[in-house]
Structures are given as structure tokens and as C-alpha cells.
């Protein structure tokens, strides 16, 4: 089983950045995809960006792209999520997640492990 914990979420304006990072314990070397998922209230987690730990190989989902980067050091177990020119509608719980094997990255209920989530909440 991997641990994870997420940090960096908090309050920030509309246009601004924030970087979230995620740690991983235990069984890190199981892992074959990190993921970054949100979730409002009332809705199904959503899948923001993935990485493929074998090839670094990266994964966004449309309404991130091009704001939104994924990132791991290895060396500190660690994947971070890049959040620029962040918009309201970002707002949400955003969790980071570890898949074991290789299945669509985009499905949270392929993940195996979740962290706790961290809150982002973007004011207008």
C-alpha cells in the first residue's frame, strides 16, 4: 500500500498560482501512475492530470490543459500539480492518487491508494 499526502491547496484570486504537492510512502516503487483528481460537492471525482512513472509520460484533462502541469522528483517521492491562471471554477478538493498497474489513467476508480485532499478555492 502507498501513502499519500497532499499540501499547498488555500485561497488564491482568480489569474494566480498555486503548486500542490504530494508525498508518497510505503510501497512507492509499486506505483506505475500518479494522478491528480478534483471533486466539488455532490459530483464525481475528476480526473486534472495523470503521469506514467516508466516513460514520464503525461496526462491532461481538457479543461486544465495548457494551465495545469504535472511533475514528480523521485528523488523526494513527491508529484506536484503547477496550477497557473486559475479560474473559479477550479475550486474544488483535489486529491492525488496511485495506480499499481498500468489501466486508464483517467478513471478514478482505477487508482488503489488516495490521499486525504487538499482545498483550492479560487475567488473571483
Known amino acids: 500500500q502507498v501513502q499519500l499526502v497532499e499540501s499547498g491547496g488555500g485561497l488564491v484570486q482568480a489569474g494566480g498560482s498555486l503548486r500542490l504537492s504530494c508525498e508518497a510512502s510505503?510501497?512507492?516503487?509499486?506505483?506505475?501512475?500518479l494522478g491528480w483528481f478534483r471533486q466539488t460537492p455532490g459530483t464525481e471525482r475528476e480526473f486534472a492530470a495523470g503521469?506514467?512513472?516508466?516513460?514520464?509520460?503525461?496526462y491532461y484533462a481538457d479543461s486544465v490543459k495548457g494551465r495545469f502541469s504535472i511533475s514528480i522528483d523521485n528523488a523526494k517521492n513527491t508529484v506536484y500539480l503547477q496550477m497557473n491562471n486559475l479560474k473559479p471554477e477550479d475550486t474544488a478538493v483535489y486529491y492525488c492518487?496511485?495506480?499499481?498497474?498500468?489501466?486508464?489513467?483517467?478513471?478514478?476508480?482505477?487508482?488503489?491508494?488516495w490521499g486525504q485532499g487538499t482545498q483550492v478555492t479560487v475567488a473571483p
Open positions: 492518487g496511485a495506480m499499481t498497474s498500468i489501466r486508464p489513467v483517467s478513471n478514478y476508480r482505477a487508482y488503489d491508494s
Open positions: 510505503g510501497r512507492t516503487f509499486s506505483s506505475a501512475v
Open positions: 503521469i506514467k512513472l516508466s516513460t514520464g509520460s503525461t
